[in-house]
C-alpha cells in the first residue's frame, strides 16, 4: 500500500514512453490521441499526490 503512488507514477510514464515508441516505430499515431497523454498526466499527478499523502500518514 506504501508504494502505491509511485507505481501510479511508473504506469504513467510508461504509457508516456510506449505511445511515443509505437508512433515513432510503427507510425501508429498515438501521440496524436490526447486522451492517452492526458490519462498518463492524471495518472503522475496522482501517483505524486498519493505518494505525499501516504508518506505523510505514514509519519504519524
Known sequence: MNKTG???IVIGALA??????S??????GTVDYNWI???SFL???AGLVA????NK????
Not at 508516456?16 to 515508441?21: H, M, R
Not at 500518514?57 to 504519524?60: F, H
Open 57 to 60: 500518514r505514514a509519519e504519524k
Open 6 to 8: 509511485i507505481i501510479m
Open 37 to 39: 497523454q492526458i490519462l
Open 43 to 45: 495518472l503522475i499527478i
Open 16 to 21: 508516456l514512453v510506449l505511445s511515443y515508441a
Open 51 to 54: 505518494h505525499i499523502l501516504l
Open 23 to 28: 508512433d515513432r516505430f510503427f507510425s501508429s
